[in-house]
Structures are given as structure tokens and as C-alpha cells.
């Protein structure tokens, strides 16, 4: 197969690919290649980078005119809350034993003095989790967090402090 292009049709087809998305890149990439005729999936994974089964997919869309949706919701790690339901249940149970309020009461936060490290072996020895079930430290200090709990100590309210009059220097 003898297709030769030229550098800057191949960068225009390069770029345009590379700012579409979905459905409208897979279509425009089988337009591309469906115009080379033979060979045309191998000559564009050759000389412009683009995965064949990209370009049969939007070979496929073309064809049929139906439109596959991406399910990009359906990538990715899953939330802990769907491995442990009860996993927020058990550390409010935790943390509204130990917590006070911020004293000065400029906000809603809880404070705790509790360290994640013990909360974590409090959820093991009270509410029976193994250690290896347990999410990592991290991610347990960011479901605290995003429970209004703040892991530090509460500071106490200190009275405003009186200044002192300056005192004359002992002149001899």
C-alpha cells in the first residue's frame, strides 16, 4: 500500500484527533482511515499513533450510526463505604465519645484527641474489624475529616493577656 502524506496533513489529523473526545474521535478516526482504503488501520497506527481497536470501534459506530456511550463512572477503585457499610457508623460511635467542641465556638468542628492509629485499633478491639479490612491510615483520616472531626488536640482558651506598663530604667 502506497499512501504518502504530507507532514502537515499529518499533524492537522494528529491534532484534531487529539482535541476531540469519545464518539466524535472514534468517527472522525474511522472517517480517516475508512478514506485510505486497504491497510488504511495499519497505516494509521504506523504513522499517527492511534490504537486499531479505537479505530474499529469507531468503524463500527459509523457503520450502525449508534453511538457507544463510555462508562467512565464504572472506572476506578470503589469507596470503602461499599466494602464496609458500616464503616462511618462504627468511627462517629468512636469519635463522639472522645470529641469536644471547638471552645472559642468560632466553628462546627469536632475536635478529638484521638490519633488515627488509635482510632484504628479502637474500630479493631470494640467493633471487631480485622487490621488487613481496615483502609490505610490516610484514608481513614480523610473519612474523619470529612465527618467534621478534626484529629489534634483542642486548644484551650487562653484569657488576653494584660501588657505591662513599661518600667522606668534605674538611672544611677
Known sequence: MAIELMNELKETYIETAKQLKGSERRVFMARIVKSFGPGGQRYAEREFGWDRKTIRKGTQELASGIVWV???????????????????????AILDSQSQTDPTFRSQRLYTRLTVKAVRQQLIDQKGYADEQLPNDETLRSRINAMNYRLRSVRKSQPEKKSQKPMRSLRS
Open 70 to 92: 463510555d462508562n467512565f463512572s464504572a472506572r476506578g477503585r470503589k469507596p470503602v463505604e461499599s466494602t464496609l457499610p458500616n464503616l462511618g457508623r462504627d468511627l462517629r
